[in-house]
């Protein structure tokens, strides 16, 4: 049965009980806590909550893949005919070839497939104004497919659906 | 008395680790500013929340400021690891610098663990000088480190769980393609595509199919099962041991980079204390 009024001594002993355990006990919670977020963030694969994490690292399998590509049609007002992925033009973009431009492409593309113009606005200024080195640049966003082992053989894509053409200084 | 002696040893063998952990956070940090380096003239960042006030800064102010209060601050954890008012600046500290090399658009998770322990430290107590820490600080101690070593191979779990969730999800939605045993093969060439790298066994490996698959399965095993290998001490260091050589092997195989992980199973696994039946870290003294 709980006291409402714990005596000075029964206080003094919680106080010396909570002191003696305090330690083990937050860091333990710290790690279930942690353990249990880590599980419930599944449901908001893309969005992230930093230091949170859920650990998930290449748990996906794929049979063919589908995301995002960008490749540059126009730079500094020349066209570029050839249709080369904007990973593969490390020559005009130093930063095309880091997995950190992956993402952005990856985080634009859901942006503009979610119509999601806030976040569409913050991944065009950051991919314009330093993957795209403040370049004046057109760009076309497509949706490809491929399977991974066919394309490193062959380059072959199963499809290439083109969503969206952007150029830097454009709303 | 046997106790008492027990947990004495665990302790002396526990402060040497928190001090080789400090060590680590240090030369960490020193690679995290360097390896985003190339980011520091970033004009248009997305700044994480932790540093979403300083927005209208100059990034470059922002990353220089953070990984020089950093740098400063992990060397005098170095000197002086056993003032917790140190500790709690210094994790501010890397809290901050951590947010600001990742407010590029894409958050990598190499520094996370790290941020994690350095959190979990923060209730270790130290004497003050000249004293010698109580007995029942000590076993505190011993258990706060233990809670480090289940965060760590915690972290582990989860991304077993993650692989078997995915394998699961395939199976039960009738794909069963997905466990051809050219699966493994065909991650290895996705993750070397789309980071647009080459590694020393990648290519062997994609040709040599049953090989990767092999290795993705033990790989599975290995992290499903590494919460688990907390009652089996005696496992402990040859865990730890796998443990940093699967980082070996996704650097050699998929080049990716998680240096500053690969000492921790070594750190906290390999040469952890381990106890016996006799000394429970849950006796109090």
Known sequence: MIEANPTPVRRKNQVRWLRRYFPSIAACSVVVIHFLIALNLSANEHDEVFPFFKWNLFSSLHESVVEFEVHVAEFDGQIISEKKSYHDLANLFPAAKSYESYVVIQALGRAFTTDNSEKLKQMRRMFESYYLGGHTACYVLSLVEYDPLEKRRSSVVQSRIEISRFCTGEN | ?285
């Open chain 2, 1 to 285: 008395l046997k106790l008492r002696g027990i947990i004495e040893y665990n302790w002396e063998r526990i402060k040497s680790l928190v001090k080789a952990f400090d060590v680590v956070v240090f030369l960490s940090v020193i690679h995290l500013v360097f390896t985003s380096l190339s980011f520091r003239l970033m004009q248009q960042p997305v700044l994480l929340w932790p540093v979403a006030w300083a927005n209208g800064i100059p990034f470059h102010w922002l990353y220089d400021l953070s990984s020089v209060l950093c740098l400063v601050l992990s060397a005098m954890l170095l000197m002086r690891g056993q003032n917790r008012w140190i500790r709690v600046i210094h994790f501010v500290s890397l809290f901050l610098c951590v947010a600001v090399m990742n407010s590029h658009g894409k958050i990598r998770h190499d520094a996370h663990l790290m941020l994690w322990i350095s959190f979990l430290f923060l209730l270790l107590s130290f004497p003050k000088a000249h004293c010698s820490a109580s007995l029942r600080t000590k076993v505190n101690n011993v258990r706060v480190f233990f809670a480090a070593q289940l965060f760590l191979l915690s972290t582990y779990t989860l991304s077993g769980f993650w692989k078997l969730q995915s394998l699961l999800q395939n199976f039960l939605n009738g794909n069963f393609d997905i466990f051809s045993a050219e699966t493994a093969s065909r991650e290895i060439a996705f993750i070397l595509f789309r980071n647009r790298s080459v590694s020393l066994l990648g290519d062997w490996l994609i040709e040599h199919s049953l090989v990767a698959m092999a290795l993705w399965i033990a790989t599975l095993a290995l992290q499903f099962f590494s919460l688990a290998i907390v009652f089996f001490p005696r496992c402990w260091r040859v865990w730890g041991i796998a443990l940093c050589a699967f980082h070996v092997g996704t650097l050699l195989i998929l080049n990716i980079h998680f240096e500053k992980q690969m000492l921790l199973p070594l750190i906290f696994l390999t040469l952890a204390p381990t106890p016996k039946k006799s000394d429970s870290v849950f006796c109090s003294p």
